[in-house]
């Protein structure tokens, strides 16, 4: 499959079947996003597997609609800021963010090649999350990622001409 065919494949699922994910999937998922790039290749992330019933029941505390808890796995994308490149010379952006949601992207693109479901997940309790993961001082979830087989037919996307998004040269 073409990589533009892939990305218009990709789209939110928020309906999973209850059957489970197996490893060898989830691992494919999980290597994708090891792979991807970061800012001077630090990789500030971690990636949480939830599969275990009390888990999940925790994390759709923090969240509660209804389609989290039917994933049989969800992905809980954390970032360490003090590990990420920090731009020094102009304005200290740091990059631990971005390099985890590039993380996060390369494992939505996976799982749609591989036949599954995702849906990044960001309106969620921060705090919630962080301790019904058992979060240390200094890691922050930054997404979940709900992973199983699609219960539903994906959207259309709706998306801007590209006339719109599009400067060349100067703004």
């Not at 949480?48 to 992905?75: N, T």
């Not at 997404?143 to 709706?158: E, F, H, V």
Request: proline share 8%; glycine share 6%; with cysteine.
């Amino acid at each position: 499959m073409k990589f533009i065919e892939l990305a218009e494949k990709r789209c939110s699922i928020r309906s999973f079947k209850p059957d489970p994910v197996p490893d060898v999937l989830l691992n494919e998922v999980l290597t994708a996003g090891s792979l991807a790039p970061t800012a001077k290749n630090l990789q500030p992330f971690q990636f949480i597997v939830v599969r275990a019933e009390s888990g999940l029941d925790a994390l759709s505390a923090a969240y509660p609609a209804p389609f989290l808890r039917e994933a049989p796995v969800v992905i809980v994308v954390c970032v360490e800021a003090e590990k990420g490149w920090v731009r020094k010379r102009h304005d200290n952006k740091n990059y631990a963010e971005v390099d985890a949601a590039i993380a996060a992207d390369h494992m939505t693109l996976a799982a749609a090649d591989l036949g599954l479901g995702t849906c990044w997940i960001g309106a969620f309790d921060p705090g919630a999350v962080s301790e019904a993961m058992g979060l240390p001082d200094g890691v922050e979830p930054i997404t979940m990622l709900p992973l199983g087989y699609p219960n539903m037919a994906g959207l259309a996307k709706i998306r801007k001409p590209l006339e719109d998004l599009v400067r060349y040269e100067h703004w």
